[in-house]
C-alpha cells in the first residue's frame, strides 16, 4: 500500500467526481490515469466500477433531493431513467462482446466521433420540444454500447443524447447519474462472478470513495443554481472536449 498513491488517487477522483456530478461525464477518465500512477488495471476497474456505482447513486438522491429533478415513480423523468438503464445493461453486454473483435484504433475513433457529434449537436439544438423516446433509446444504446467496448464514452453520449432528445439539461444530468449507477453496479456483478475481489482493491477503493464524497454535493449545488442554457452549453463543450481527447489518445 503507497500512500501516497492513495492520496493522489483521491485528489483525482475529487475532482473528476465534480464534472460528472454536474455535467454528466468525467469520472470514467479515472480508469487511464489511476494505471499510468501505477495500479493494477484489474484493481482499478474494479474501484471505479463500484465507486461509480456508489458515486453516482449518491449524485442521483442528492439531485433528487435539491430539487433539480422529481424520480418519484410516476414522474416521466424516472420511467426515462429506468428505460436507459435496462437498454445500458443491454448495451455494455453487446459491447463487451463486440470489442474482443475489433481493433483498438477502431474503437477510439468510433467512439471520439459520436461524442464530439453528440456534443456538436448539443450546440445546435435552440428549440425546445417534446421528449423523443426513439432519440433516447437510440442514444442511450449508443452509450452503453461504448461503455462496453471501452469503458468510456457513456456521459458525453448519454448526457448529451437526453438534451438533443428533449430532456432538460438538469434533469439530464441527474439521469445520468441514475443510469451510471445502474450500469455500474451490473459491472460489478460480473467482475465479481469472473474475477473476484482482492484487499489491494479495498484501500483505492475507499480513497476514490472519500475524494469523490466531497466533491459530490457541491456539484449538485451548482446544477441547482446555474442557467440552463449555461448548463447545456457546458455539457455540449465538455462532450467534444472528451471526444478530441479520445482521438489523441490515438496518436500517442
Do not use: C
Request: proline share 2%; hydrophobic share 55%; no cysteine.
Amino acid at each position: 500500500m503507497n500512500i501516497e498513491l492513495l492520496i493522489a488517487a483521491g485528489v483525482i477522483a475529487l475532482i473528476l467526481q465534480f464534472f460528472d456530478a454536474s455535467l454528466g461525464q468525467g469520472y470514467g477518465t479515472l480508469t487511464p490515469i489511476l494505471i499510468i500512477l501505477g495500479f493494477d488495471p484489474l484493481d482499478v476497474v474494479l474501484a471505479v466500477l463500484l465507486t461509480s456505482f456508489a458515486l453516482s447513486g449518491v449524485t442521483a438522491l442528492l439531485h433528487h433531493s435539491y430539487r433539480n429533478i422529481d424520480f418519484s415513480f410516476e414522474k416521466k423523468d424516472f420511467k426515462i431513467a429506468i428505460m436507459l438503464s435496462g437498454f445500458g445493461i443491454l448495451g455494455v453486454a453487446l459491447g463487451v462482446l463486440l470489442a474482443v473483435n475489433m481493433p483498438d484504433y477502431a474503437l477510439k475513433g468510433y467512439i471520439g466521433a459520436v461524442i464530439i457529434i453528440t456534443g456538436i449537436a448539443v450546440f445546435l439544438k435552440n428549440k425546445t420540444r417534446s421528449v423523443s423516446w426513439r432519440r433516447l433509446v437510440a442514444l442511450g444504446s449508443i452509450a452503453s454500447f461504448n461503455k462496453g467496448m471501452t469503458g468510456g464514452g457513456f456521459g458525453p453520449v448519454l448526457a448529451g443524447g437526453q438534451i438533443i432528445s428533449g430532456v432538460k439539461s438538469r434533469s439530464a444530468v441527474a439521469i445520468t447519474a441514475f443510469v451510471e449507477s445502474i450500469v455500474s453496479l451490473a459491472g460489478v456483478i460480473i467482475f465479481l462472478i469472473t474475477i473476484g475481489f482482492t484487499s489491494t482493491e479495498g484501500w483505492l477503493i475507499a480513497a476514490l470513495l472519500i475524494g469523490g464524497l466531497i466533491s459530490t454535493p457541491a456539484a449538485v449545488y451548482i446544477v441547482k443554481h446555474i442557467n440552463l442554457n449555461k448548463l447545456r452549453y457546458l455539457i455540449g463543450s465538455a462532450a467534444i472536449l472528451s471526444g478530441m481527447i479520445v482521438f489523441l489518445e490515438l496518436f500517442i
